[in-house]
């Protein structure tokens, strides 16, 4: 789960971590006893390169800020992270503009080739760090931290001297590394950055903008966090599926795809793909999953205008092929689908599951052969629209 720059920094507060202050509007009207100087407008939503898109402007009095929130709020925003889908912009924050001497990257994340977290720094604050990775790899320095002893005080004030930092700006950026490790933890957080981090010129450090992930694994821990979730922010069909247990992810294609099982759903993308087709989604339904389970999953797929055909492929082991199938006939007679749906089972009660669809007198072509299921459903897809 993903937090807005308002929400990260209110957690940065909580643990002592500089913040510059701030005001989070809504609506244009509470700009009405914003002081006359100088702001920066900020465009709230979960996604990098909001700058490059026009989501950060600088306002140089309260003219401009109004006239930039007026432009900016109610509106969506395209970034170049944002997979060419426009974000709804609902809240800004504004910031009085800082006086920045010098910018750093800073952040916390799992590095899993290690089983590790690692703290990462570096003086191209600002920048996609990406690209600085790529192109400057000297420029990125970092601390593996010890599950066991944790985050020490000598790793933040090695990172400290690498980007150049001294005298009391050493102590704070400790303060800072530290009090993010706690938050991480306390959290149960997926990614912490901060960049830009900031020296000011009277040599304080602030952080200038916020990002923090949430492990969804964990959600169940933090029911405060949970309140933090901007549903608008995430994709309509992602968001539904989580409430239901399923794995959804939205793609590019018009075959949409329900399989049990994460790697025998990459499987069936795959083979979709090596016969011409693009997947409309990546869907696991759990190998624990029930009829109506299987139901509420083709409701959610069919939702998806670009979709042609389905393919539906389980392997039942843990779950029933016969339960699988009562799913398929009870959603399909529910939405009146009017999408060819090639099914291949295989495994517990198969047989009764491919009877159950045979008698049920629905538009389904049943396979066992999985090569054969994904160059049907490709052809169907090709071949077919909605029936009017």
Known sequence: MNLHEYQAKQLFS???????PSKVISDIAELEQLPDQAWVVKAQVHSGGRGKAGGVKLAKNLAETIDFSQQLLGTELITPQSGGKGLPIDKLLLEPLSDIAQEFYLSLLIDRSQARLVMIASKAGGMDIETVAEQQPEAIFQQ???????????????LAFALGLA?????????IGLALYRLFLDTDASLIEINPLVLSKDLQ??????????DDNALYR????????????????EALAKQYQLNYITLEGNIACMVNGAGLAMATMDLVKRQ??????????GGGTNADRVAEAFKLIVSDSQVKAILVNIFGGIVRCDLIAQGIIQAMQEIKLDLPVVVRLEGTNAKQGQQMLADSGLKITATQDLSTASQQVVALAKGTDRIK
């Open 14 to 20: 909580q643990y002592q971590i500089p913040v510059p």
């Open 144 to 158: 593996t931290i010890d599950p066991i002893s944790g985050l020490q005080a000598y790793q933040t004030r090695q």
């Open 167 to 175: 005298d009391k700006a050493i102590n704070q950026f400790t303060h």
């Open 205 to 214: 450090l602030l952080a200038l903008d916020a990002k923090i992930n949430l």
């Open 222 to 237: 933090h029911p405060k966090l949970i309140e933090l979730r901007d549903l608008r922010q995430e994709d309509a069909r």
């Open 276 to 285: 011409g087709g693009l997947p409309a989604n990546f869907l696991d339904v």
